[in-house]
C-alpha cells in the first residue's frame, strides 16, 4: 500500500498520538498530559504518514519565542512528537518528514528550528547541533553546607498552593526569559506544563509543593516547586527532595530557596535534574564533590534561515569573518558568508564570494549558536576549520556567550 504523508485533521489527532505512544515504547501518558498535549498540538503543524486507516511516522512543531545572545526573543519551530512505527522504519519515513517539516519553518520565516531528542544521534544528519546542557545534581545535605549572600535571611519563604501562585511564578519566569538564551517565553498555555502533576508522575513522591520567595514589600521574586519522596530503612528517615522547578530574581533570592529546600524534616538528599551548567548553587555548596553531577544534552539547534539567525542575536566582541558552511540537507545555506558585528550592535550576514576564513557544517553553527559552545572546542574536534590565522579566535569570541544557555522545561 503507498504511503501518504499530510498535516493531520482535528479530529486524527487521538490516532496520530496513539501512533507516538507507541513509537516511544507503548507506556500510554496519563489522561493529563495527554490533555495538555492535545491543547497545545497545532494541528496545522502536524505531520502524519498514513498507511491505509494507520498513522505509522508523525511530525510536529510548536510556535516558539526563544531567547538568545543579547537579549532579543526570536521566532523558532520547536519541533516535537517526530516517531516512525517500528513496523516502518528504514524507509525513508524519518527523511521525508524531516524534508517536509523544514520546507514549512523556512516558509513560514522562522529561522531557526529548536527540538529535545530522545536519541541525540539521529537529528545531527537533518543539520542539528547541541546548543546546550542540562546538569543534574544530587546532593547529600548531611554533608554539604549552602554559603549564602548577604541579603538572603531578608527573604520571607511561603508555602502556596502551586495553581493559586501559578501567576506570581510566571511573572518572575517571563522575567528571566531574556537574559539566559535557550529559554522559551511561554505562550498561553505553556503555563500548566509544569503544574502536571499525577500520580503517575510522582514516581512515589509527594503531590507537588510550591514555595515562594518574597521581599519585605511582599513582591514575589523567586519560587520552587518540588516533591518530597519519603523513605525509611532500620536506621531512620532516608528521605529525598526532588526539584522539579527552582527560579529568582536575585542571589539573595535564589540561595534562601536552595537553603530551605536543603532544610526539609526527614530528608537527606536533594536531587534536581535539569539545571543550567553555570548554576550558581555550584558556588555555594561547601563540598561539589558531594554535590554530584552530571551533564546531558538539551537543546539541540537548527539554522533554517542562516542569515535571518545570525543577524537575530548580538555578538560579544567585535567581528568580521567569511565562514563557508556545507548544509546538504538545506542547501540553501550552503556557501560562503560574511558576518560583520560589533561587540553587542547590529550583525549583518551576507553571501560573499570573498575566500573563506573558516569552514564549517550548519550542524557546529547551530552548536555554537546560542553562546554556551565554543567555536575553538569544536575546531578541537575536528568540526572547524580555521583557514586564515587568527580567524577562529575572533568568531568564537563573539559567538560566546557570558552566561550558559538553558532550555528550562521539556517539550
Known amino acids: 500500500m503507498t504511503l501518504e504523508m499530510r498535516v493531520i485533521q ?5 490516532v496520530w498520538y496513539d501512533h507516538l505512544e507507541l513509537a516511544f515504547g507503548g507506556v500510554p501518558e496519563s489522561p493529563a498530559e495527554r490533555e495538555l498535549c492535545k491543547a497545545l498540538t497545532d494541528t496545522d503543524r502536524a505531520l502524519g504518514v498514513w498507511d491505509g486507516d494507520g498513522c505509522v511516522g508523525s511530525a510536529g512543531a510548536f510556535s516558539f519565542r526563544l531567547s538568545v545572545p543579547g537579549g532579543a526573543i526570536v521566532p523558532a519551530a520547536g ?14 519515513i524519518l527523511t521525508s518528514l524531516m524534508r517536509r517539516q523544514l520546507d514549512d519553518i523556512r516558509a513560514g520565516g522562522e529561522p531557526l528550528a529548536v527540538l529535545t531528542a530522545s536519541d541525540p544521534a539521529i ?9 546546550a546542557y542540562a546538569l543534574a545534581v544530587e546532593i547529600d545535605t548531611t554533608r554539604v553546607r549552602l554559603s549564602v549572600p548577604p541579603g538572603t535571611d531578608g527573604i520571607r519563604l511561603r508555602l502556596a498552593d502551586p495553581r493559586k501562585a501559578l501567576a506570581d511564578c510566571e511573572r518572575v519566569y517571563a522575567a528571566l526569559v531574556s537574559s539566559r538564551p535557550g529559554m522559551p517565553a511561554r505562550q498561553p498555555g505553556w503555563e500548566e506544563l509544569p503544574l502536571l502533576d499525577a500520580p503517575s508522575m510522582r514516581e512515589g513522591g509527594s503531590p507537588l509543593k510550591c514555595v515562594v520567595a518574597e521581599r519585605e514589600d511582599g513582591e514575589v521574586v523567586g519560587y520552587a516547586r518540588y516533591r518530597v519522596k519519603a523513605d525509611w530503612d ?23 530557596l536552595w ?8 530528608t537527606w538528599t536533594v536531587r534536581a535534574p535539569r539545571r543550567p551548567v553555570d548554576d550558581a548553587l555550584l558556588h555555594l555548596v561547601s563540598d561539589i564533590r558531594r554535590a554530584r553531577t552530571r551533564l546531558r544534552d538539551s537543546l539541540h539547534v537548527r539554522l ?6 545570525l543577524e537575530a542575536r548580538a555578538y560579544g566582541a567585535p ?14 545555506n550552503e556557501g560562503r558568508w560574511r558576518l560583520v558585528a560589533d561587540a553587542g550592535g547590529a550583525a549583518r550576514c551576507t553571501r560573499t564570494a570573498e575566500p573563506a576564513d573558516l569552514e564549517l557544517s550548519v550542524r557546529e553553527l547551530g552548536s555554537a549558536y546560542l553562546g554556551g559552545i565554543t567555536l575553538t572546542s569544536l575546531a578541537a574536534a575536528g568540526l572547524v576549520r580555521e583557514l586564515r590565522p587568527g580567524a577562529l579566535t575572533e568568531a568564537s569570541r563573539a559567538f560566546a556567550g557570558d552566561v550558559a544557555p538553558w532550555l528550562p522545561h521539556s517539550f
Not at 10 to 14: Q, R, Y
Open 10 to 14: 482535528t479530529d486524527e489527532w487521538d
Open 79 to 92: 519541533v516535537t512528537a517526530v516517531g516512525v512505527s517500528p513496523t516502518h522504519r528504514r524507509r525513508g
Open 123 to 131: 537529528y545531527g544528519r537533518f543539520g542539528y547541533g547541541t546548543a
Open 234 to 256: 532500620l536506621t531512620g528517615s532516608e528521605g529525598k527532595v526532588e526539584v522539579s522547578d527552582l527560579d529568582a530574581l536575585d542571589p539573595a533570592a535564589s540561595a534562601a
Open 259 to 266: 537553603r530551605y529546600l536543603f532544610s526539609i524534616d526527614l
Open 304 to 309: 533554517v534561515d542562516l542569515p535571518a539567525a
Open 319 to 332: 567581528v568580521d569573518v567569511v565562514v563557508a558552511v556545507e548544509d546538504a540537507f538545506c542547501p540553501w
